[in-house]
């Protein structure tokens, strides 16, 4: 099973700062990589798929970077509503599998 | 608009079964899987498995393999999640979640992203 790490656990920061979060799979994962947030009492949010595609409707300020193992998702200007849990996530094809990391607090320092 | 709406809050004894239920609308449901996460009190996201909504085909996470079982009723647009003898750890709120289906060169089918969620149901397993 591939294992996702993500660092930091918990990211403080302010409204206006830039966020970057990082993702390290124990494998390379190609380019087959997303990443999730998730606020508190709903559902996650998927915001990027293949590493560096945002989904539908997510703002310009959300980039993600990365291939291979290690994986970065940028936040440029933090809003307030981006405080929240981000988790990444990898898929293989063989076995078909799907497997997150532990995710990433950022809160408002 | 595309959504999935699951079934209500559950509260089940160790050893029961829980079955959870997910209704999708406002896109063709044979042409995507349904992938199902489930999230403890307090911790992070768990893949449990999917099924392809297209032909049935279904992928367990080793885990789990011998207590869930995931199928689907086209008929209805439904999606339904069993889990068997369960313990307290599996207490959770359980998420279904659209998955596009994607094929290798081999012609295996295996689970996409992940782009529409249900709102979640809380199945509780407690004595």
């Known amino acids: 099973e591939i294992v996702l790490t993500q660092s930091p656990a918990t990211l403080s920061l302010s409204p206006g700062e830039r966020a970057t979060l990082s993702c390290r799979a124990s494998q390379s994962v190609s380019s087959y990589l997303a990443w999730y947030q998730q606020k508190p009492g709903q559902a996650p949010r998927l915001l990027i798929y293949?590493?560096?595609n945002r989904a539908t409707g997510i703002p310009a300020r959300f980039s993600g970077s990365g291939s291979g193992t290690d994986f970065t998702l940028t936040i440029s200007s933090l809003e307030p509503e981006d405080f929240a849990v981000y988790y990444c996530q990898q898929r293989s094809n063989w076995p078909p599998e799907i497997t997150f990391g532990q995710g990433t607090r950022l809160e408002i320092k | 608009q595309v959504q999935l709406v699951q079934s209500g809050a559950e509260v089940k004894k160790p050893g029961a079964s829980v079955k959870v239920s997910c209704k999708a609308s406002g896109y063709t449901f044979t042409s995507y899987g349904i992938s199902w996460v489930r999230q403890a009190p307090g911790q992070g996201l768990e893949w449990m498995g999917w099924?392809?909504?297209?032909?049935?085909?279904?992928n367990y996470a080793q885990k789990l393999q011998g207590r869930v079982t995931m199928t689907t009723d086209t008929s209805t647009s439904t999606a339904y999640m069993e889990l068997r003898s369960l313990r307290s750890d599996d207490t959770a709120v359980y998420y279904c979640?659209?998955?596009?289906?994607?094929?290798?060169?081999?012609?295996?089918?295996?689970?996409?992203?992940?782009?529409?969620w249900g709102k979640g149901t809380t199945v509780t397993v407690s004595s």
């Open positions: 293949d590493a560096s």
């Open positions: 979640a659209r998955a596009e289906i994607m094929i290798t060169f081999g012609g295996v089918a295996s689970p996409g992203y992940m782009d529409v």
């Open positions: 099924i392809s909504a297209y032909n049935g085909n279904t």
